[in-house]
């Protein structure tokens, strides 16, 4: 048989745009539902510490379900209220539940150089030189220990601080 015999086949064709609008709606349908996933995942985590009042706080240490993070977050309201002190205990409390909370190891030494207890601030100063001297650098650029500064034996802490963390 030769081509010419054959029956001719037409090829179908589908017109573009319903394909392209169709497509586009899934897509956007798509991206919709990311979306939404994304803000309600965002308002769960609203309910957490981070956004809790002082009160709610202290609810959940109370209740015993406290952890890391509540305590953390609690200090942070006392620090933010003045109240160094406890905020001192439950940055404490924080890092006995989660010792790599660096955030909180900072904030600790940030509450113990305005309390003015300087003994337990040198202590707090000389471990963490030994364990994490950039982090006690950063401690010491803060404006909260200038005051602390002054004496001579923070100003030598201060400047081993410096030359391990530049090792």
């Given at each position: 048989m030769n081509e010419s015999s054959r029956p001719q086949q037409s090829m179908v064709r589908y017109r573009r745009l319903p394909a392209a609008l169709t497509l586009g709606v899934v897509f956007a349908c798509?991206?919709?539902?990311?979306?939404l996933h994304a803000r309600s995942a965002h308002a769960a985590g609203a309910a957490g510490p981070a956004h809790w009042s002082l009160e709610q706080l202290e609810v959940a240490i109370g209740s015993g379900s406290?952890?890391?993070?509540t305590w953390y977050y609690y200090g942070q309201r006392l620090l933010e209220q003045k109240r160094y002190t406890g905020a001192v205990a439950a940055?404490?409390?924080?890092?006995?539940?989660?010792?790599?909370?660096?955030?909180?190891?900072?904030r600790c030494g940030l509450a113990l150089a305005q309390c003015g207890a300087d003994d337990e601030l040198?202590?707090?100063l000389k471990d963490l030189v030994l364990s994490d001297p950039k982090l006690a650098e950063d401690v010491f650029d803060a404006p909260e220990c200038h005051q602390p500064l002054a004496d001579a034996r923070f100003k030598s802490l201060a400047q081993e601080a410096h030359l391990q963390a530049m090792d």
């Open positions: 798509g991206g919709l539902l990311i979306l406290a952890d890391s993070q940055y404490k409390k924080s890092l006995d539940a989660d010792p790599t909370n660096h955030e909180a190891r900072f040198y202590a707090f």
